[in-house]
């Protein structure tokens, strides 16, 4: 079926925008016609370990890796029931940019023929990953060498040899994957996890929010949002005798800021780890972060010393893992299922900064960090500059809007640090079984707060304006219906059912006696 193309504007809020749409899907099945044909999927990974000494990103400012824990990967993942084709693909990244998802798409689809915006390319956000970002080689070369300075020298920036890494490692992943197509049954279902993952903002006495207040601080008053604690889950066997899980995919919401000590998958590692001793050491786990933007696995309101490190990695990597395997364990499965896709692409404005504001960050930052002032002020000061420098080239982001269905999932995608809400929002909208939100998704563009984040009486770190989070307050409301109406516009196959037990005959001969006393 060939995709669908149209483009549209309109306002918001009385903010301007422009829409490019996508689609192609099969129909979804009448009453009375046959089955979908058998489903195929394959999987694969490939290593994309950094190297020690590169940049270790997840900071407005420059750290290096010291030590290797544990690899980061591309988890991949094709699946193919004859009509249509869908990738969905794992990076142990704290993000990627667009440009290396659209080279990564072009280079697939030349190699498989995989529809590009049938591809779903996440990084799991881990915060001890190698260099992708933030800053992009010569995304500021039009600008001023203070400018050029601030982010080349002063700002976590990508390393070139390693993004042609990156992206040789996701194709080379999918194309594996799309080479292994095999016939599979698959299981859909879902964990509850609710004991390492916590709300990271706070409202406080004085009325306002703050990110991570620390424990102990004695003005908390209450969590300002929700968690989501689904682990949701889709499990693929193949079809021998031995029925052996091929790989899965799990989604959940949380930071990947638990960080070993070293270059590492994060948690994920230990989630992978978790499944693979029962499941098998050779199962791919591709895990989509959740809509996690400000939910992370420390609590802020425990009395006692929370885990950190490599103690949390494991905490948060074995509970998680150990809800997707129950799931695993006892959901139904079935060979066949409805797959589908729908991409949009939304051009949202960014917030500016004001004039006076851009003024006075630049006198702050001439004066250099090591001046009269504390870090933190120079540091989001050399985002006001760098951002007021980006709005010349780029006063607004394209963001993609994609959801890929298998059978009675859907996922739905932003290239966002999504607040949380917005994904509960989309999983009460969406009427599918299951509904999974992912984060980070076909690029980035930083945080995206709820609009009461960015009003009055909000705050907190997420709302900072910078040259990584700046969309305007009306963008993330604009991304969860945009992602609900393209889901809805597709038919969801029943949950497969567990396998019926055979019809009753008689009592077990064992077991139906009386008592016998002598």
Known sequence: MKPILFAAAFTLSGMSFFLAAFAAEPAPPSDGLPAPPPLR????????????????????????HKAFHDPCKVR?????????????????????????????????????????????????????SGPTGMVLPGEYDHASPLVQRLAYEESTMADAGY????????????????????????????????????????????????????????????????????????????????????????????????????????????????????????????????????????DNRSPQVQPRGLTAARLVGGQVGAEALRALLTMGRTGSASLAWKSKVLRIPRRKPHPDRVAASRRLVEAGPAGPLNRTEWIFAKEIVLLDALIVKQPAHEVEI???????????????????????????GIEFPFAWPVSLANGCVGYVPTEHALGLGGGGYETRLTSYSNLVPTAGRLMANTGIDLANALAPDPVPAPEKALPFKEPWSYGAVPPELE
């Open 402 to 428: 994609q959801v890929i269905q298998i059978g009675p999932a859907v996922f739905v995608t932003t290239p966002a640090e999504y607040f949380c809400q917005f994904g509960l929002d989309q999983k009460r």
């Open 163 to 298: 993004l042609e890494t990156v992206v040789t490692g996701i194709v080379e992943a999918v194309v594996d994957a799309h080479g292994a197509l095999e016939g599979v049954r698959v299981g859909f279902g879902s964990g509850h996890e609710e004991k390492v993952t916590f709300h990271r903002r706070f409202r406080m006495r004085n009325g306002r929010i703050y990110t991570s207040p620390r424990q102990g601080n004695p003005d908390i008053v209450a969590p300002a949002g929700p968690i989501d604690p689904e682990v949701g889950v889709i499990g693929v066997w193949d079809q021998s005798k031995e029925r052996k899980l091929l790989g899965c995919i799990v989604n959940f919401a949380c930071h990947a800021t638990t960080s070993p000590p070293g270059i590492s998958a994060n948690y994920i590692y230990y989630l992978e780890q978790t499944i693979r001793a029962i499941m098998g050491k050779d199962a791919i786990v591709v895990f989509l972060a959740g809509a996690s933007g400000d939910i992370n696995s420390f």
């Open 41 to 64: 999927a394959g999987f694969a990974e490939r290593d994309i370990s950094p190297e020690i000494g590169m940049e270790r990103p997840g900071n407005y400012y420059k750290n290096f």
């Open 76 to 128: 991949a993942s094709v699946f193919d029931n004859g009509a249509v084709r869908v990738a969905l693909v794992a990076v142990d990244a704290l993000i990627l940019r667009e440009p290396q998802v659209a080279a990564a798409r072009e280079a697939i689809h030349a190699r498989t023929g995989i529809d590009p915006q049938a591809i779903l390319i996440s990084a799991t956000h881990s915060h001890s």
